[in-house]
């Protein structure tokens, strides 16, 4: 099921995170307030997959990296991705522009203010319901951008449209050559998910998340438990703990990832099309009392009118469908309007 959490802030909801918490809060505000453990234990077990080995023309070199990615897919539905490919200076000017933005006026954020679950650019930070079931609001603030299959960008920063353009052009090409990966993994034939999936018009979704500083960070929740919608999510962050993975029913905190890295996750998409051998898994974000964490995701799913159900090939391996289709951009709309 997808996060509890509403994509569509309400208009008294507009008043940045950020500025709330600059300005001097000793106590969590009502609306703010979800009681949350915010404890994960320490993980250094989240696997780690070697893009250049998966993409490597030595046959046994790749065929083990295919081995530990399928491994990684079945029992984590996480894992860390290093070597591919990416400069670091590429994320580190992402990450940079994205706190520009954050920084802009209320009133030139307000201009993106959401209407909708699915408009091409929102920014605000989301409601969740507690266990009254009455509406608070999350401990952070957003900006979500649609890239592809076409492109957007806010006006402010100017900074930020060449290096968002240039970074969702080259995780593109790292998400088409993991799908290449999970389908041979799958054993499907070459292009199957590409053609049937209709990839070169894939959707592809920009997600920033600025969490300030909270005085209680026991008090508020960052972004409450959910799953991703789509094939694939990458990650990365200004290096700050705060993502926890749910494992086995406990959550781990996989905050010692090696410089320069992308943490890769499976959406639910994949769970759907893999006839449910690969799971989307659920994730939270906790926040800190000290420094701002920001966090970029870029999620990547199927063309908008796509079809996504489970693989024919599978079901006819499996013996039945576990999951019904679905236009892809339909499900995800019904997706995002349940989070609340």
Known sequence: M???TSEVSHHQSILSVKAVAESCIQSVPSKYHFVNDINGSPSDSIPI???SLLTSTNLH???KALQELDKACVEWGFFVLVNHGIPENTMRSL????????ELTNEEKQRYEPKGVLDPIMSGNGSMPNSESHTILAWRDFLKINLHPTFYCPEKPETLRDILWDYSVRVRNVFRRLVEA????LELEQGYMDDVLKLD?????FVANYYPPCPQPDQVMGTPPHVDYGLFTLLIHNGLPGLQIQHNGEWFKPDHSPPNSLLVNIGQHLEIFSNGRYKAIKHRAVVNNHSPRISIIIVNGAAPDAIVGPAAPLVERDGRALYRPMEFMESVRAMLTNRY
């Open 2 to 4: 997808a996060a509890p």
């Open 49 to 51: 997959i070697d893009f």
């Open 61 to 63: 070199h790749r065929s």
């Open 95 to 102: 990450l940079d522009g994205s706190v520009e933005f954050f």
């Open 182 to 185: 999970v389908a041979e993994n």
């Open 201 to 205: 018009s894939c959707f592809q979704r």
